[in-house]
């Protein structure tokens, strides 16, 4: 982190910080995902978990993804105040002191996992508190500075709720979980580095060793396919585990059938064609990456919700 936390506590004195900028300070977007996939491992659990206690361990786990946002806006402010994307946010805005950002995030860190502890179990606390510090110490502070793998082992970080969800039921992570896990692990790396494809000199302005920056968009569209390729072998793995089915397995061969697609139109392209049309093609891959795992996880959800009410669409399944 750089000197300029002073600077920014200066300026936010001479703006006072309204609730929208606290509640942007928290990540919204990110921890709506959080919760959806931390819900959909808890529903997917084989164990039923009542009403009260779920919408509870949900709650704390929301508010310990906005932790970890707060914790990443403190530490991240010099580089959010270069990047055209993250300009706005309240710390490089000056609307919100590094400090006060600062204790937020330790704030609500101690909250949730002292809470989720209490309302679920001591094995779901540790989990999350795991997650917090994996993403504020492992990616923010070290990887995400230091190599250009920063999102491929920080993916690990957003990949946790579903596995926190399913123990939250079950007290104890499992084949299924792990495979929760590992869908977010590896759809990460594509999601960002289309991102990083067409937000072009963003990251090199910031400092930040993004792959595009340090190897070049040539390898990162590679990169893209392989991980892609990847992502449709487990998905389609997935279907035929115990939280698989023949809702899923549709879902799967859609969604990645039209993602490797994507993949490979990213990856034939230059970087002429792709300046020429406005790299309307990266921005459509990215958009199509946010649907890709919200559709995943719903047909997950849809899976469960079967099986509990005892209807099977395939003999044998």
Do not use: C
Not at 221 to 235: D, G, I, K, P
Not at 248 to 277: K, Y
């Amino acid at each position: 982190m750089s000197d300029t936390s002073t600077i920014q506590g200066t300026a936010a004195g001479a703006q006072e910080a309204q609730f929208g900028d606290y509640f942007a300070l928290l990540k919204p977007r990110v921890m709506s995902l959080v919760v959806f996939t931390a819900l959909a491992g808890l529903f997917v659990a084989p164990v039923a978990v009542h009403p009260l206690l779920a919408a509870a361990s949900i709650l704390f786990i929301a508010i310990g993804a906005g932790a970890s946002g707060a914790l990443n806006m403190w530490w991240d402010a010099d580089i959010d105040a270069v990047m055209k994307r993250t300009a706005r946010r309240p710390v490089p805005a000056g609307r919100i002191s590094g400090e006060a950002a600062r204790d937020v995030g330790l704030g609500l860190s101690i909250l949730s996992v002292m809470m989720l502890g209490l309302s679920a179990n001591p094995m779901a606390a540790a989990l999350l508190a795991f997650t917090i510090f994996f993403y504020a110490v492992i990616y923010t502070m070290w990887l995400k500075r230091a190599t250009p793998q920063n999102i491929v082992i920080g993916g690990a970080a957003g990949a946790f709720p579903p596995m926190i969800g399913w123990v939250v039921a079950t007290g104890h992570v499992s084949l299924e979980a792990a495979l929760m896990f590992a869908l977010i692990f590896i759809w990460t790396p594509p999601h960002f580095w289309a991102l990083a494809l067409f937000m072009k000199d963003d990251y090199s302005k910031a400092g930040v060793p993004m792959l595009t920056v340090t190897h070049g968009r040539r390898v990162t569209r590679r990169q893209v396919l392989v991980y892609t390729l990847l992502l449709a072998a487990l998905a389609l793995g997935i279907a035929f585990s115990a939280i698989g089915g023949p809702v899923f397995l549709a879902t799967a061969l859609v969604l990645n059938a039209r993602f490797v697609l994507g993949a490979l139109r990213l990856w034939r392209r230059d970087e002429v064609q792709a300046g020429a049309d406005g790299y309307r093609a990266e921005k459509r891959f990215f958009r199509q990456s946010l649907y890709y795992l919200f559709l995943h996880f719903l047909a997950l959800m849809a899976e469960a919700g079967l099986d509990r009410a005892g209807v099977t669409l395939v003999e044998g399944w």
